[in-house]
């Protein structure tokens, strides 16, 4: 999860609303207009509104899943459009987050060497096969759901309880640099990653049912704690990367685990 620099979004005096906005901005490169400028240091408190940037962008990318499948597409060529509408949502933030991750973690004697090849724009052999195999795991667990409403749901869900886990890092793990995002963003407060909990919780009972709702959700949060103690392990905590790989193999497990509960 790259840190990004100035961003644009509607000037609003604060609350869910400005936190919800500069969560999207953040997160994803919709279009949103009028423009203002925000300081790192709100996703402190921003990062309570993931989930709902989650519900968004599973429900665009279900979408064009269900639309694929409604005009005749193999299932299979549905998905893949569908991730690859997914990816130019978000700026393919964390998979380029999670490339990141795999070249460090791979490639680096110490720590200092796995942080300043995760700090390298180019992309190594780990960083493509990463890549390769999230893209591909994505693919077959969407397509392998025979009902492309019930892929729907499991999309929508499996982005919103991935990104509503993101807090946790922040607020559990700490910097491993002395700069970059996971620094400037800053510790939450409990509340923040607890409400973003909740509402991933509410989201995933109420759109799959308690039952796959359930098996969802701890899917993801088995996840984001491995790739989160491979980090503490790697480097001593998280960074933007590390967040945005807790996001994508959270992501993975959940769709893993939901085609294999309604298979």
């Known amino acids: ?15 869910w609303i400005q936190d919800f906005m500069v969560a999207l901005v953040f997160m994803t490169r919709l279009p949103l207009q009028p423009a203002f400028t925000f300081d790192i240091r709100a996703l402190k408190s921003a990062c309570r509104a993931f989930a709902l940037v ?56 110490d720590k200092e060497k796995k942080l300043a090849i ?64 996971g620094h400037g963003a800053g510790r939450p407060e409990f509340m923040a990653p607890l409400v973003s909990t909740i509402m991933s919780v509410l989201i995933a009972v109420l759109v799959l049912g308690p039952q796959i709702g359930a098996i969802a959700l701890l899917a993801g949060i088995i996840g984001a704690c491995v790739t989160g103690l491979i980090a503490k392990r790697q480097i001593g905590g998280q960074t933007g990367d590390v967040l945005g790989a807790i996001q994508q193999i959270s992501e993975i497990c959940i769709l893993i685990a939901c085609v294999g509960a309604v298979g």
């Open 1 to 15: 999860m790259s840190e990004p620099g100035n961003q644009s979004l509607p000037a609003y005096k604060g609350g």
């Open 54 to 109: 989650g519900l968004v962008v599973g429900g665009i990318t279900g979408t064009v899943y269900i639309l694929g499948a409604f005009v005749g597409l193999p299932l299979v060529v549905a998905a893949l459009i569908a991730i690859a509408a997914q990816m130019i949502v978000t700026g393919a933030l964390h998979e380029d987050a999670i490339a990141d991750v795999a070249d460090g973690f791979g490639g680096g004697a």
């Open 118 to 181: 995760m700090r390298d724009s180019r992309v190594g052999t780990y960083g493509v096969v990463a890549l390769i195999v999230i893209i591909g795991l994505k693919v077959a667990a969407i397509s392998g759901v025979s009902d492309p409403l019930l892929g729907f749901a499991i999309l929508v869900v499996a982005a919103v309880v991935s990104r509503g886990l993101i807090p946790w890092a922040l607020y559990v793990l700490p910097s491993a640099r002395s700069d970059g995002l």
